[in-house]
């Protein structure tokens, strides 16, 4: 008779965030007390959710190695990051600190103290850049080409593992493409329509959406579909082999103009759109789109919330906070 699994635990860095609290209800649901959660963030506090959330900072390579001499993780999912692109790209020095010298503390932590722990390294489909033509869903395979500060450092984060992973280091790459849900802050694109439409209808702000570049095409997922596939991952980490990469996308291109039309026809009021130059001309070779058919054969993973829910989801979140 087969020994029983030894129970989970899973340390999460940056679990505070708008990611790391999904990824927590979906542990939950799948693996229940089966899973001991241990969520970190930068700084110490309890969340509603989470409850008691210990300090981390990533880059302290003291700080890491505590955190994991006491946690004992069975997984380690790294989510800690500067979330939004326009940050990172901002902050170059804080986005490359984070991104790729707190995933090399993370990695060589974890292969020298605790070599049995799977780590779950959350990338990033831009790491790819902009699709090239002809125009298809990038695969695994596709050479990373960046085209910003952001996807550079999660791309040179996801090559760095690499010597780690031939010495030993059980990792399983993620790279996500765009996502979205309730509770992302507006400063994404779906989330910042949604907020303008949800202050108008509050009569907070005058009928009117100025906007930059619609004509880009983006793969949008629902954040708890990428969620699932993070619990997944973890489910099935003893038969995927070290180092496996895995795209989470939809592989469906979605043009940003045609998004605000679906989340406009849900406005309870009429409302202008009027293009803002300042905020950016039209590209329509600005493409991202990724190729998930890796994650389907490997996980049994595959999207199932419609594109119309999560904008439904989103715009009932932002008017909720509107009011």
Known sequence: MAEPAPPLRILITGATGFVGLHLAAALHARFGAGAT???????????????????????????????????????LVNLAALAAPAAANADPSASWRVHLDGV??????????????????????LAYGRNRPPIRPTS????????????ASKAAADLALGPMIAKGLRCIRLR??????????????IPA????????EAGLSPPQIRVGNLDGQRDFLDVRDVADAYV???????????????????????????VLQQLL?????????????????????????????????????????????TLADVLTDQRSRAS
């Open 104 to 125: 090399r503390i993370i990695g060589r932590t974890i292969l020298d103290t605790a070599p049995d722990c799977v780590l779950l390294h959350v990338g990033s489909g």
């Open 176 to 189: 996500p493409f765009n996502h979205t849900g309730p509770g992302q802050t507006d400063a994404f694109v």
């Open 37 to 75: 959660i241990i969520p970190t963030a930068l700084h110490a506090g309890k969340d509603p959710a989470l409850g008691d959330v210990g300090a981390l900072d990533v880059t302290d390579p003291a700080a890491m190695a505590d955190a994991i001499a006491t946690a004992r993780p069975t997984h």
């Open 193 to 200: 329509f949604a907020r303008q439409i949800a202050r108008i």
């Open 232 to 258: 997944a991952a973890i489910a099935r980490s003893d038969r995927l082999a070290p180092g496996t990469i895995l795209n989470i996308a939809s592989g469906v291109p979605r043009r940003i103009g045609d």
């Open 265 to 309: 026809a849900m406005a309870r009021v009429p409302i202008e759109v009027h293009n803002d130059p300042a905020r950016g001309t039209g590209d329509a070779t600005d493409i991202i789109l990724g190729d998930a058919t890796r994650a389907r054969e490997l996980l049994g993973w595959m999207p199932q919330i419609t594109f119309d829910q």
């Open 140 to 151: 695994e395979d596709t050479a990373l080409a960046p085209t910003d500060e952001y996807g």
